[in-house]
Nanobody
């Protein structure tokens, strides 16, 4: 069956970095664009970044542009989110989404001193 498993979250100080991973299985990963979203408690899920199937195009939310980088390795069926210059407002749960409609379970990112 289809699975998307996020990892790499944790606690980091402001200004620090984390790299999230989303490992996919059960479908042909290289056929689909992938997105990262985030959702704080009581708030709407917020788009963070997307990457096309061939990595030819990426797009970012204004709030993360210049700090976050999305990438993928189709040989490993994995999409990444490199997060630099993290701020406390980036604290929330991060989810990956495949273009064919599957969500991962989320990984918590906490930015705090």
């Amino acid at each position: 069956q289809v699975q998307l498993v996020e990892s790499g979250g944790g606690l980091v100080q402001p200004g620090g970095s984390l790299r999230l991973s989303c490992a996919a299985s059960g479908f042909t990963f290289s056929d689909y664009a992938m997105r990262w979203y985030r959702q704080a408690p009581g708030r709407e899920r917020e788009f963070v970044a997307l990457i096309t199937s061939s990595s030819s195009r990426t797009n970012y939310a204004e709030s993360v542009k210049g700090r976050f980088t999305i990438s993928r390795d189709n040989a490993k069926s994995t999409v990444y989110l490199q997060m630099n210059s993290l701020k406390p407002v980036d604290t929330t749960v991060y989810y990956c989404l495949s273009r064919n409609g599957y969500w991962g379970q989320g990984t918590q990112v906490t930015v705090s001193s």
